[in-house]
C-alpha cells in the first residue's frame, strides 16, 4: 500500500474556494491512478474524479465538473483538489485513493473535513 497524507480541509464560506493536498509515500508514482472522494454526514461515499499519475486529462463526476478541478504535482507526488464556487452541500470528508495501474483502490486517506457555511 501507498501511504497518503491529505491537508487543506477547513471552514469555508458559500462561494468561497479551497484547495486540498494529496500527498503519497512513493518516490515515484508511474503506473498509478489517483482519486477524490468524498462522504457526507449520512450519506454514501462519492467518487469526485481520478487522474493517471504519468500522463492525461482528470476525469470528474457530473456533481463536480466545471467547478472542482485536479491536478497534481509530479515532483512533489502530490495530487490536488481545488474546488470552486463552494456550496453547503460540499461539505464532507474528503478522502485521496490510489492503486496500481487502477485495478483497485488499495491506499486510502485518512480523510480532510471540509465544511462550508451559508
Known amino acids: 500500500q501507498v501511504q497518503l497524507v491529505e491537508s487543506g480541509g477547513g471552514l469555508v464560506q458559500a462561494g468561497g474556494s479551497l484547495r486540498l493536498s494529496c500527498t503519497a509515500s512513493?518516490?515515484?508514482?508511474?503506473?498509478?491512478?489517483l482519486a477524490w472522494f468524498r462522504q457526507a454526514p449520512g450519506k454514501e461515499r462519492e467518487f469526485v474524479g481520478h487522474?493517471?499519475?504519468?500522463?492525461?486529462?482528470?476525469a470528474y463526476s457530473d456533481s463536480v465538473k466545471d467547478r472542482f478541478t485536479i491536478s497534481r504535482d509530479n515532483a512533489k507526488n502530490t495530487v490536488y483538489l481545488q474546488m470552486a464556487s463552494l456550496t453547503p452541500e460540499a461539505t464532507a470528508v474528503y478522502y485521496c485513493a490510489t492503486g496500481f495501474a487502477g485495478v483497485r483502490y488499495d491506499s486510502w486517506g485518512q480523510g480532510t473535513q471540509v465544511t462550508v457555511s451559508s
Open positions: 487522474i493517471w499519475w504519468t500522463a492525461g486529462e482528470p
Open positions: 512513493l518516490r515515484t508514482l508511474n503506473g498509478y491512478k
